[in-house]
Each structure stands twice: as structure tokens, then as C-alpha cells.
């Protein structure tokens, strides 16, 4: 019971110290990327990674420390999709851990594409927040 007290904790609280606007930035036309501990990553809209170049990226950084990634959708709604899988955008789901590298991310709303790209994440970065604005 305590240990699953205490990783509760810990999600609230990184949940709740999601980068902010004031850290490291990238900010394009419709994604800005926010980052903690040392640099963000950057966004490449309209980008794919084929198989290969996933595997690739996945040996290459598969021992390096995990970075958490949230994604927002603001102004709409949308599905969230990183390298193929889906992630909650609420609760307690919201955010995963990634490697450093690269990820392909692809927003939906039901058959429409929002936006897709391919974030590439800093090997310094704690945390990574992509906030999407679906209006622009």
C-alpha cells in the first residue's frame, strides 16, 4: 500500500511540475515544445520515421535515462499517438516516459489528421510538454 501511495505521489507531483512556458522553448506554427533539465527537443512538422530509422533510434538510446513527455492539446480535442501508440491526454496516463531520440507523434480527431511531425528529444531533458493548438 505505501509503495503504491508513494508512486501515486510521484505522478501527482510531476504532473504538477510540468514544464512551464518559461523554460527552454520551441515554438512553431501550430506545436511549441517546453522543456526541464537542459533543453526541449525540437519539432519537425510533417515528418514520418520509417521502421527502420525507429529501431534504429530505439538501440541507439535504449540505455539512457527515461524522459517524460505530455502532450496538450489545446483548443480542440484530439488523439495523441507516439511512435504508433496511444496516450491519454487526461489523467492519470497522461504522460510517458520516452528515451531520448526520436518520436513520431500524430495528433487525430476521429479521420482528420490534426497535425504529425517527428519530436526529437534532447539527451539533457528531465521532462518534454508538446502543446498543440488545434485553431491555428
Not at 501550430?30 to 527537443?41: E, F, L, N
Request: glycine letters at 12%; charged letters at 30%; hydrophobic letters at 35%.
Amino acid at each position: 500500500m505505501l509503495g503504491q501511495l508513494t508512486i501515486a505521489t510521484a505522478l501527482a507531483l510531476s504532473f504538477l511540475l510540468a514544464p512551464t512556458p518559461d523554460t527552454d522553448d520551441d515554438c512553431g506554427e501550430q506545436v511549441c515544445v517546453y522543456g526541464t533539465g537542459g533543453g526541449a527537443g525540437t519539432w519537425k512538422s510533417g515528418e514520418r520515421l520509417s521502421r527502420g530509422k525507429r529501431k534504429k533510434e530505439e538501440k541507439a538510446n535504449r540505455k539512457r535515462k527515461d524522459v517524460t513527455l505530455n502532450v496538450v492539446v489545446e483548443g480542440g480535442r484530439g488523439s495523441v499517438f507516439v511512435d504508433g501508440r496511444y496516450l491519454a491526454t487526461e489523467g492519470q496516463h497522461a504522460q510517458r516516459g520516452v528515451k531520448p531520440g526520436r518520436h513520431e507523434i500524430e495528433i487525430r480527431d476521429a479521420d482528420q489528421v490534426i497535425t504529425f511531425g517527428v519530436l526529437v528529444v534532447s539527451r539533457k531533458a528531465d521532462a518534454v510538454a508538446l502543446v498543440v493548438h488545434a485553431e491555428r
